[in-house]
């Protein structure tokens, strides 16, 4: 478990909800074929929005992550005997160490939310490669 939270609760609270619209969003984007991986030349135009939506997901995501990040630092401080033994608490407990002058809180979002958003949306299919034909004889 990443953070020691039941997101499936029969009374479904809101977040529960706002999680699972999240991942039905983000699984039907990327299920999408995106024209700009076979022509890379519309790549700056965006036609279908996919990056654009991607881009809207993925503040969506910061936005969820970071307030269950918050969350937990805010029971740390209150809490401090508790303990939860989740990588979340691990990622956590990375920061607090001398030794951790790179490593904050926006890392561990990165980590746990990693969407490579570099090409396009990052998350259709790779980029195609030209076919090699070898010509045999029959």
């Known amino acids: 478990m990443i953070f020691s939270k039941d997101f499936s609760d029969p009374f479904h609270l809101e977040s529960d909800d706002e999680l699972k619209k999240l991942i039905r969003d983000v699984l039907e984007i990327t299920g999408k074929n995106n ?4 022509f890379p030349v519309l790549q700056k135009f965006d036609p279908q929005g996919i990056k654009r939506h991607m ?17 937990r630092l805010e029971h740390r401080k209150n809490q401090p005997n508790i303990v939860f033994n989740d990588l979340l608490d ?9 030794d951790a002058e790179e490593f904050d809180t926006d890392q561990i979002w990165h980590l746990c939310v990693e969407l490579d958003m570099e090409e396009g949306s990052g998350l259709t299919l790779p980029r195609a490669h ?3 034909v070898i010509p045999f004889p029959l």
């Open 35 to 38: 024209m700009v991986d076979l």
């Open 130 to 132: 030209p076919l090699k």
């Open 55 to 71: 881009t809207y997901l993925l503040g969506k995501c910061r936005i969820f992550f970071g307030g269950l990040i918050d969350e």
């Open 90 to 98: 691990s990622f956590l407990w990375s920061c607090d160490q001398e």
